[in-house]
Every structure is written in structure tokens, then in C-alpha cells.
């Protein structure tokens, strides 16, 4: 298994920026891709990004394309998603998840994921 923890998140005024980050400890390399969730209250969690460990290789969920950067540290087993322009539509609890599938968009690609941290973004 891999254990993983979010930081990073807060309140931002729209247009404004965050970076979080997903530290990862244990069994990553037999985690191809790790990936960013976000579900927001009565909503089905969605896809906002991933990156593949080896390649760097990056998939983005339109919504967020352009606006949004995965990237990933591999000496220090970190993971980022740095968020410019932000909407307040982008407000959600974000997960940093860790999965076999390579760059899957689907929750069911992933076998582990963090508590989540709460990104608010204001008008």
C-alpha cells in the first residue's frame, strides 16, 4: 500500500492561486500513476489531473486544462497540482489518489488516496 497526505489547500479569492501537495510514502513503485480528484458537497468525485511516475506523461480534465499543472518530484516522492485562475466553481475537497491503471480517469483506477484537503475559492 501507499500512504498519502494532502497540503496546500485554503480560501482564495477568485482568479487568485494554490499549489498543493501530496507527499508518498511506502510501496510507490508499484503505483504507475497518481492522480487528482475533487469532490464537492452532493457531487460525484471527478478527475482533475494525472502524471505517470516514469514518463511525466500528464492527462487533464477539460475544465481545468490551461488552467491547472500536475508535476511530480521523484526524489521526493511528491506530487503537485499547482492552480492558477481559479474559479470558485473549482471549490471542492481535493484528493491526491495513487493507482495501477495508467493515467486513469476513473476513481476505480486508483488503490490509494489521501484525506483530502479543502480548496475554497471565493467571488
Known amino acids: 500500500q501507499v500512504q498519502l497526505v494532502e497540503s496546500g489547500g485554503g480560501l482564495v479569492q477568485a482568479g487568485g492561486s494554490l499549489r498543493l501537495s501530496c507527499a508518498a510514502s511506502g510501496r510507490t513503485f508499484s503505483r504507475y500513476t497518481m492522480g487528482w480528484f475533487r469532490q464537492a458537497p452532493g457531487k460525484e468525485r471527478e478527475f482533475v489531473a494525472s502524471?505517470?511516475?516514469?514518463?511525466?506523461?500528464?492527462s487533464y480534465a477539460d475544465s481545468v486544462k490551461g488552467r491547472f499543472t500536475i508535476s511530480r518530484d521523484i526524489a521526493k516522492n511528491t506530487v503537485y497540482l499547482q492552480m492558477n485562475s481559479l474559479k470558485p466553481e473549482d471549490t471542492a475537497v481535493y484528493y491526491c489518489?495513487?493507482?495501477?491503471?495508467?493515467?486513469?480517469?476513473?476513481?476505480?483506477?486508483?488503490?490509494?488516496w489521501g484525506q483530502g484537503t479543502q480548496v475554497t475559492v471565493s467571488s
Open positions: 502524471i505517470t511516475w516514469s514518463s511525466g506523461r500528464t
Open positions: 489518489a495513487a493507482g495501477g491503471v495508467f493515467n486513469s480517469r476513473s476513481p476505480s483506477g486508483y488503490d490509494d
